[in-house]
């Protein structure tokens, strides 16, 4: 019967976490969410707030620190740009929804 080491998880992703391919990756995937935005883009402020962020994993680990990679959108409207948001007229009762653009989901249906 073979034995594996309950570590050997935390291990395999503390050697990912620190490998130039997780690198790539994160790159690839940023470059298709500037690609994504560029399509709808009015003023550049969203594409030049992303950027790839090295961050520490969430996940406990038994072997010491992981890093992960997250893509981030630190515009101040990238919530409202990606899932939409309500736009409420002045001194009226009307509002109209404007749809989101979903850039990051579709930057990440383009990758797949």
Do not use: C, W
């Not at 919530?79 to 579709?106: C, D, Q, W």
Request: hydrophobic share 40%; charged share 20%.
């Amino acid at each position: 019967m073979a034995y594996v080491d309950p570590r050997a998880g935390s291990m395999a992703a503390q050697i990912a976490g620190g490998s130039r391919e997780m690198d790539h990756a994160a790159n690839r995937g940023l470059r298709a969410v500037r690609s994504v935005a560029a399509e709808n883009r009015l003023t550049g402020n969203y594409i030049r707030k992303t950027f790839v962020a090295t961050v520490p994993s969430v996940l406990p680990s038994k072997v010491g620190p992981i890093e992960d990679r997250l893509i981030v959108a630190d515009d101040e409207g990238a919530t409202s740009i990606e899932y939409g948001h309500l736009v409420y007229f002045k001194n009226a009762r009307r509002v109209r929804y404007v749809p989101g653009l979903h850039i990051m989901g579709r930057a990440l249906a383009q990758m797949s």
